[in-house]
């Protein structure tokens, strides 16, 4: 199947730093990308869903100037989520899906640690 | 009232058992319909689309019943590995995938 990773894996920083993460389609051109957010023993929730050269779409009671979402081209969105605090510490993953295609393919997830 | 509905569980067979998971949704105009595994502390994966007509992949099979908003899925012959969350997803026509809660799976030697 189709391979999206993600960087990095996983981070521990301060209260208050920003935090960004990538999330590539390797062998495909993912013409949109999904950010999810999951929380322990909670299902993924998705954050926001972007299509590549044009503005995230962000569910409702996501903030998109807290996480900021870009597409810049078919094989890389990045999220960063700015002035992270102890609440935002969660597994973010994004998934990724090509023009043809419905399938999503997940990439392996990125633990955030906010102390 | 959530979009996808799952008992959590934890189910706790014996290997060789058979056992079944359920799922209800609640959005009528809901396109497709997915079980999705997930191990711990990893990203989910896909285990098998679901549709009307039943559906099977060796010892799993799944099925959908669009009039009760229902999915199933069935495992059969229980192995250590199948221990897991299956996560029921469901793809809104505006290809968003809504995920449910999951259901922990562990079998038992």
């Known amino acids: 199947g189709a391979v999206v990773s993600q960087h990095p894996s996983w981070v521990i920083c301060k209260s208050g730093t920003s935090v960004k993460i990538e999330c590539r389609s390797l062998?495909?051109?993912?013409?949109?990308m999904f950010w999810y957010r999951q929380f322990p023993k909670q299902s993924l929730m998705l954050m926001a869903t972007s299509n590549e050269g044009s503005k995230a779409t962000y569910e409702q009671g996501v903030e998109k100037d807290k996480f900021l979402i870009n597409h810049a081209s078919l094989t890389l969105s990045t999220l960063t989520v700015t002035s992270a605090h102890p609440e935002d510490s969660s597994f973010y993953i994004c998934?990724?899906?090509?023009?043809?295609?419905?399938?999503?393919?997940f990439g392996p997830g990125t633990r955030l640690l906010v102390l | 009232r959530k979009e996808v509905e799952q008992d959590p569980g934890p189910f706790n067979v014996p290997e060789g058992a058979t056992v079944a998971f359920n799922c209800t949704y609640s959005?009528?105009?809901?396109?497709?319909f997915f079980w999705y595994r997930q191990d711990c502390r990893k990203e989910p994966k896909l285990l098998m689309s679901?549709?009307?007509s039943g559906n099977e992949d060796g010892r799993f099979t799944a099925q959908l019943n669009r009039a009760s908003q229902y999915i199933s899925l069935l495992i059969r012959d229980s192995k250590l590995s199948d221990s897991a969350t299956y996560l029921c997803v469901v793809n809104r026509n505006t290809g968003k995938l809504i995920f449910g809660q999951g259901t922990t799976l562990q079998v038992k030697p």
């Open positions: 679901v549709y009307s």
């Open positions: 959005n009528s105009a809901s396109q497709s």
């Open positions: 062998d495909f051109q993912a013409t949109t």
């Open positions: 998934s990724a899906r090509g023009q043809v295609q419905e399938t999503q393919y």
